[in-house]
Structures are given as structure tokens and as C-alpha cells.
């Protein structure tokens, strides 16, 4: 009789918890279903200020008009990106917490010896939204007129020349790495928690250079308050405030070339529904006359992707840059 009510109580239990399952799956894909029901946060792992800041909060703003709910910018910086992009990949799979990945997130597994969340499991690509160069500013005044100036300066005195970034293993620092890298000079690396504040030291004279993104300089060299030098592209921007611009390469380092990208993760386990929900929000929102004219004057080229075709640009990059990395030795600061 005991062993009866024994097998009799593991039945029920297996029972409880198929029915507790099944409660469980259908629950989550009815909150799929309502998906929007509440505000949708856009966490950027930068200060603001920068051009992922100025990027996502146009792109939010279509996408609310899109989604009808509050589209909420976060900005969490620093570790190169990594707190903002770990906060994403533990928050809830269910499409209200996004990342704006950059060029960085493909970066960092190459330069950090120990990522908080991994790489490969712990994210769900949306979309892609769009590339751009990174543009070789100074300020005004500076001494440097051009790149044959910063190669002379930084061959006759190496170590004397620093430049900013956003943080390290950001575009900007790639960039300049890449540089030091093809030019065999030595530039001081100096990493910010985001654009804004490494654009102000620059403009302050406490740093040389910098390999800014087009999107982060754009303002200011309108003001004329940055002067631009070359642009980081194989070939010259067509965008009509960079045109003018030479590239690096053919300013004295042959083979140079490095852009931006941006691009919105979620957390691995988001239902597809949502991310089709997602993707196709963002696509709307980079049509949008409001983003067209936001971006158009930065050098930004929109490539909104399917989130498959986002994932092969992921791997593409990240294989991409673990080559530039290894082979120019470059480390975390």
C-alpha cells in the first residue's frame, strides 16, 4: 500500500508540474502576443552625448510613435561597453530591455581576458541599423594640419601624442590602434566612459586626437569647434560634410580602414515573435524622415537587417577584428 500511494504522489506531482509548464509556456506567449503592454528601455553603454546616444534617442523616437509605448533611453557606461551590454544579457527575455551594440561588443572577447556574460548564449540579435566612418578630428588650433603631420610628430618623439576613445576596445580605439598598428608609430591610448566626455578633453587640449565616430563629431565640426583631418573608410565618404575629407590610407598608411556600426541585441530566450515585433519597428524607425535627417550629415549608411542577417555580421566582425587584435597585440587598458 505505501509503495502504491509512493508511485501514486509521483504521479501527481509529474502531473502538477506539466500543468505548471504548460501554464508557465502559455503565459509567456500570451505576453508575446500583447507585446508592447509597457515602456521599451534602449540601454546605451555609453555616457551621453556620444553618437550611439544621439543615434538611439532618434531611433527611440520612431520606434515609439511605432510601438505605441514609451520607448525609454538608458544610458549604463563604461568597462568598453561591457556594464550596459551585461545588464541587457541578464535582464528578462522579453523584448522590454535592448542593447545598441557597437563595433565594441565584437571587439571586447578578443581584448578581455573574462567577459561577464557570454558571448555566443547570452544575446539575441534584432537588427542591424547602419555604418558609418570614424573621423581623424583635433582641435582647431592644433598643431597637426594632417596626417603627414601626426606621422612626423609621432616618429620624431614616440609616445609623445595621445588620442581619446569612448573606451577601450570602442571603434575609436581600434581605429587608433590600427593606426599605430599599419604606421608603426606609438600614440598614448586615453579611454573615456563615452564620446561626450573624451570629445570635451579634446577640445579642452588635454588629449591630441581622436578617431571619433562621424555621428559623436558631426556638431562640433559644423561649429567649427573640431577640426577633421581623414576619414577612416577604404574610400572617401560620400556624405557631403565628409566628401571633401582624405582618407587615411591615402594620407600615408596604406591598408588602413575601420568603421562604426550600430546595431540592438536582446537577451538570448526573447521570444520570436517579439524580435520579429522588434525588427520591424526599428526598420520603420531608421525610415523615418526624423532619423533620415538626424543621420544623413554624419556619414551614416542605414542597413537595416533581418535578425539572421545581423547574427552573420556579428560572427563576420568579431572574426574580422580577433585577427587585427592578436596581430597588432593590443590589450585591454
Known amino acids: 500500500m505505501t509503495k502504491y500511494f509512493k508511485q501514486s504522489f509521483k504521479a501527481v506531482g509529474l502531473i502538477a508540474a506539466l500543468f ?38 532618434t531611433l527611440g523616437l520612431g520606434m515609439a510613435q511605432d510601438l505605441g509605448q514609451s520607448v525609454i533611453v538608458e544610458n549604463k557606461p563604461g568597462a568598453g561597453t561591457m556594464i550596459g551590454t551585461d545588464f541587457v544579457a541578464k535582464s528578462p527575455a522579453d523584448g522590454y530591455t535592448l542593447v545598441m551594440a557597437t563595433i565594441a561588443h565584437t571587439i571586447n572577447p578578443s581584448i578581455q581576458t573574462k567577459l561577464p556574460y557570454s558571448q555566443n548564449e547570452s544575446f539575441a540579435p534584432v537588427s542591424l541599423i547602419g555604418v558609418s566612418p570614424n573621423v581623424l578630428v583635433v582641435k582647431p588650433d592644433s598643431r597637426f594640419k594632417s596626417v603627414k603631420d601626426i606621422l612626423e610628430a609621432a616618429k620624431a618623439k614616440p609616445g609623445s601624442i595621445t588620442f581619446a576613445s569612448q573606451g577601450s576596445g570602442t571603434s575609436a580605439h581600434l581605429a587608433g590602434e590600427l593606426f599605430k598598428h599599419l604606421s608603426k608609430t606609438d600614440l598614448v591610448h586615453i579611454p573615456y566612459k563615452g564620446a561626450g566626455p573624451a570629445l570635451t578633453d579634446l577640445m579642452g587640449g588635454q588629449v591630441d586626437l581622436m578617431f571619433a565616430t562621424a555621428a559623436a563629431v558631426s556638431p562640433f565640426l559644423e561649429s567649427g ?22 582618407t587615411i590610407a591615402e594620407s600615408g598608411v596604406p591598408g588602413y580602414e575601420a568603421s562604426s556600426w550600430y546595431g540592438f541585441l536582446a537577451p538570448a530566450g526573447t521570444p520570436p515573435s517579439v524580435i520579429a515585433r522588434l525588427n520591424a519597428s526599428t526598420k520603420k524607425a531608421t525610415q523615418s524622415d526624423a532619423f533620415k535627417k538626424r543621420v544623413e550629415g554624419e556619414g551614416l549608411t542605414i542597413r537595416a537587417s ?11 566582425e568579431e572574426d574580422r577584428w580577433r585577427v587585427v587584435v592578436k596581430s597588432a597585440g593590443i590589450k585591454a587598458d
Open 306 to 316: 533581418s535578425p539572421e542577417e545581423f547574427a552573420k555580421f556579428l560572427k563576420a
Open 225 to 246: 569647434k573640431l577640426r577633421a583631418l581623414a576619414v577612416t573608410t577604404a574610400s572617401r565618404s560620400t556624405t557631403a560634410s565628409l566628401a571633401k575629407l582624405p
Open 20 to 57: 505548471v509548464s504548460a501554464t508557465s509556456l502559455n503565459l509567456a506567449q500570451a505576453q508575446a502576443d500583447k507585446f508592447p503592454s509597457k515602456a521599451v528601455k534602449l540601454v546605451v553603454p555609453f555616457s551621453p552625448g556620444g553618437g550611439t546616444d544621439i543615434i538611439t534617442r
